[in-house]
């Protein structure tokens, strides 16, 4: 299925600024971007580098003085990997992929050790694979309310536990933070989310399954196989879709995901869905 | 029903101390203090006084170097007033007793603001009354592990209610700070616990409903009607047994309370329990 | 020094809702309320009462749907005791009056206990007395931005300890917290306040020295002997300006303090000033 | 300079465990292993991988019931680079390698977002470089004690800064924290450090300045020159010496680091020194 996604973002600098931007779509696995176009409005040179461990993809300029514009626009082919869920094991420590084990240890926003004897409790005598994180989702959907300005950029997923309120970038936090309590390696992902309502960047998490990455939104706002994967890191301290230095005062966001050939009314898949292995 | 209890503390004085306790039973309500002696060892002199708000009784004294000792025993009769629960409702804040609303504000352990949310979805829909109280203590029981050695003296009621473990103290600050959350004033109560294993200085609250205070454990770890009630306040910050200016080194402590007349045998009762009206 | 000071305060309610306000200048010390005047409106009756502990004024009323508004108003005469700062003591644990000792407590926005090693390290070999007090005040002044929006309801002094940010709230909650863990008791005071700007209820702490409760203002907005002492207690949980059970949608504010027949452009006293003993 | 190292480590499993090591000295920059040996016993197949991105070296193993003991010798090369402190110069958000930007966000225990208005008003003035560095080194070393048992594996930096106590990783983690605050790249290092009294395992950081990783250590416990390196990364969480799952029971640990040919009582060195590059 073909999407067609994009932002515009703006900021009027006081003096000079540098800013690192991770908006553009990610490149492999089964998303692949047909076209893209990137305008910077004033022409400012930009570094562009892509990281190797985490395959997201950097924008680092410099900014003088006055209004910096930014225009991303992708046309994107996602053939995501669909999976019966029946079929999905949880991986023991003991075989993990190496690579996997970073995504066990708590991270700023994902305190896992001081959730642990929760998690144990709560999620620890279910049966072990994917269900078990579906349930995770279930709960979280069910236990916090998705209310804006509940939560900021300092708000850890124990703050969410608590205060039983958050948006999509807690609700995220809090599934991460239960599978790595559980010994399941998860993973922050922001993503343009086909069908959100209103649209905006969203947040959702990876959990490793069988032998690969597969995704989950316990916000429930948005189809698994309609999200277009931007950022992927420990947690959203990783996946800022824009780090700034300097002062600069941001004008307002504007942000896309359309189906350019999909059927809107479609029920949302309840498959295992995964668009990356690594 | 008449109790013996009392205690045994003491420490070793680095230079000089000065020594704060509270380990006396409280005068008043339907406790009546039959005979008490207290020995302080050397023979150093005490400042006496009880506090006017709280009934507190508080022993002041300068320790020089060298080992201190107190030894407090006291006969206690007891006569709490049972009360059919079913008959018990919670007070609408419009017409609480002006001298308990303190008692609904946040403490140093019971921030009940942090957890507001989460206490009125989870018991916001039980009918009110002394029920109510009790679910939450039923609650608390079952979600929480006794466990020593999970808390210490900054863990908040917060705290607790993410670790999921804790001792007497962090169980009654969690049942405080749920009940300030739903406007059920709460206090924090130090005792002397008949039938508690092993004996120590325990922990439990009491919450105004009907027109008095009424006790509840959520540890269930002793009777309602063997408790001996040493100190009463926001929560442990104003109630402990011993507060130190100096430097020392404690020496075990021995607690003891046992019934001098009573049927150790008998079931715990399930009443609503009150020894003081204020 | 004569003051006219006052406020008015509006709330939408939304069904029904009790309201809980503490905006009447206290009486008794050297402030004596010369003549007042409480209008609400509509006329709903209020609960009125002085709590005996604290000398706070509570207004207690149910307002039904629709728009409620107090306007309160007073003339205030004012006789601070003024005391040369050198003369003041710190007074020793073990001869502090029973009364002050839960001003030595860490509460909820006040966590004595978690600043207590920092308190020593940067105040503990400084003489103790007034001047240490005057010390805590001009290193919080000079170390914390003055700056709205930096916190809210759930911030301790700890945490504006590690934000180095705060309001007048913030800033008072660090003082007592450094004195309570230097040994000396302090409590929060919520005033009125002469050429505050821009006008606000405002927030100081008293710390006890000598043989009295002396006023410090970190935060230097105001002179210490033109602020009309509103609530007093072991932080803000104690002394809202309103504590509301429903929802409501507030109004804007608006709060005043005027001298009657002051001199506006005379020098803030350096003395140290006392308005109550007790 | 030449170094035998190594450690001795045990575990009584009670069921069935998987461990993971972190314990063998890394490869590579100017660091050479020379020689090193390993013993399991009982002897147990474990799985050694070595991470890409951090050169980490990683040892797995699923132990029986039973004792499980690890032996870790190994004689190092180390060859530091040894700049002069006036040279180097922090490096611009605009020109960092992309690689280092994951060490300027926020993580687990250093939450550097928390405490960047007081590294800003503390730090923000001096002139940027490696004296910058060794300023905060300073600071921590003068306002933190070192002390055993005032932090534990929940204690961020955000709680070291306040509590004013730590051991070597707290003090690492204060280091990095106020680092990224600045806009300097920093990392977590665990490492065999040579003079260290008592021996132990080590934990310092790193700063990225010029061209690549200078070492600091603001406990001054052990010389810049005489570390082995073990583990990287972005703070504790990523570089635990063994991480467990399963019930074990610790044996007592011994870890030495003796230089081969090294004169013990050599000054240390005051150069800005660096292993790696990457």
Request: aromatic share 10%; proline share 5%; charged share 25%.
């Amino acid at each position: 299925m073909r999407f067609s996604v994009g932002c515009e973002i703006g900021y009027d600098v006081a003096e000079s600024a540098t800013l690192i931007f991770n908006i553009e779509a990610m490149h492999g696995g089964r998303q692949r971007v047909l076209s893209e176009t990137l305008t910077i409005t004033p022409k400012i040179a930009a570094d562009e580098k892509t990281s190797e461990e985490s395959g997201n993809r950097y924008l680092r300029l410099t900014a003088p003085k006055g209004l910096v514009q930014l225009r991303y626009a992708a046309e994107i082919e996602l053939d995501p990997l669909h999976q019966a869920p029946a079929k999905l094991d949880e991986v023991p420590i003991a075989t993990l992929p190496l690579e996997t084990l970073p995504f066990l240890n708590p991270s700023r926003y994902c305190p896992s050790d001081q959730l642990a004897r929760f998690a144990t409790r709560q999620f620890g005598s279910i049966e072990p694979g994917f269900g078990r994180v579906v349930e995770i989702c279930n709960w979280i959907n069910a236990e916090v309310d998705y209310l804006s300005g509940t939560s900021d950029t300092t708000t850890t997923a124990a703050d969410t536990f608590s205060l039983r309120a958050g948006v999509c970038r807690d609700f995220a936090h809090l599934g991460i933070t239960f599978c790595r309590a559980l010994g399941i390696p998860a993973r922050f992902v922001s993503c343009y989310a086909w069908q959100l309502e209103p649209q905006d960047f969203h947040a959702v998490f990876e959990a490793y399954l069988g032998d690969r990455w597969y995704l989950f939104d316990p916000t429930r706002m948005a189809a698994l196989d309609g999200m277009v994967r931007i950022g992927c890191g420990r947690d959203a301290a990783d996946t800022a879709f824009a780090t700034i230095y300097g002062q600069v005062l941001p004008q307002p966001i504007k942000v896309w995901s359309e189906a350019i050939d999909g059927d809107k009314n479609e029920e949302w898949t309840t498959d295992a869905v995964s668009v990356v292995r690594e």
